[in-house]
């Protein structure tokens, strides 16, 4: 587990190096991506994800939803996990109140422990957080991606590095796989927020090509 589980030096080391060093610890085996129920599953508010690898005692911070009703809490909150089975889990509340979805939809969470500063997630991850469509046909410009609301916010330069955190499809940046650096390139932005970026596998290099559509996840680590 690369997430560090103990108190981190003064107020997280808020020096851009000791933060950028955290956010480059984090790795795709931390992060889950599950499809949450609201109605129609057994039981209901349950998370499905194959082998999800949680066991009992396990926490999660939700950082991304797909929908307001995905996880009634805002990111950044912990939850305790509830294994049902090796492919499903629920959540409760450090009270022990389980979480009631009030929609169907996709989550992100980042794997975690009682000791994981909340501050670590909120104040280094989540501002640092990318999620994004990637396009392979019919967009404005071919093998763009576009981060989806809320993350990504805190705006990309030029050859700023990513890594790779989760894609959704093989075609999904050919040839790249999960933990891989890419570089950002053609950044679209109106008042410091990413509307729209393409990558490279070195700093000024050729766009890397998509064969499909689908969603991919990054941390921005400069």
């Known amino acids: ?12 080391n808020h020096t851009l190096a000791g933060s950028i060093a955290l956010a480059d610890d984090v790795a795709s085996t931390d992060i889950l991506v599950a499809a949450g129920d609201f109605t129609g599953g057994t039981p209901e508010d349950e998370f499905n994800l194959t082998a999800h690898g949680l066991v009992a005692g396990d926490y999660v911070f939700l950082l991304w939803k797909s929908a307001i009703g995905v996880v009634t809490a805002t990111p950044g909150t912990k ?53 994004a469509n990637g396009d392979f046909t019919g967009g404005t410009t071919e093998d763009e991606f576009i981060p989806v609301a809320a993350t990504g916010m805190h705006g990309l330069a030029e050859t700023d590095t990513l890594k790779l955190l989760y894609k959704g499809a093989a075609g999904v940046l050919t040839g790249i796989s999960a ?26 290099g050729a766009d890397i090509e998509n064969t499909a559509d689908g969603v991919a996840i990054f941390i921005k680590t400069s």
């Open 179 to 204: 933990n891989t650096t890419v570089f950002a390139k053609s950044v679209r932005s109106a008042s410091g927020i990413t509307d729209g970026f393409e990558l490279a596998a070195t700093s000024g």
């Open 79 to 131: 939850f305790r996990v509830t294994i049902n089975s090796a492919d499903s889990f629920t959540l409760t509340t450090l009270a022990g109140v389980v979480v009631e979805n009030t929609a169907d939809g996709t989550a992100v969470f980042l794997k975690g422990s009682h000791r994981t500063p909340d501050s670590f997630v909120q104040t280094v991850l989540l501002p640092r957080l990318i999620v």
């Open 1 to 12: 587990m690369s997430v560090p589980t103990g108190l981190p030096a003064p107020a997280i």
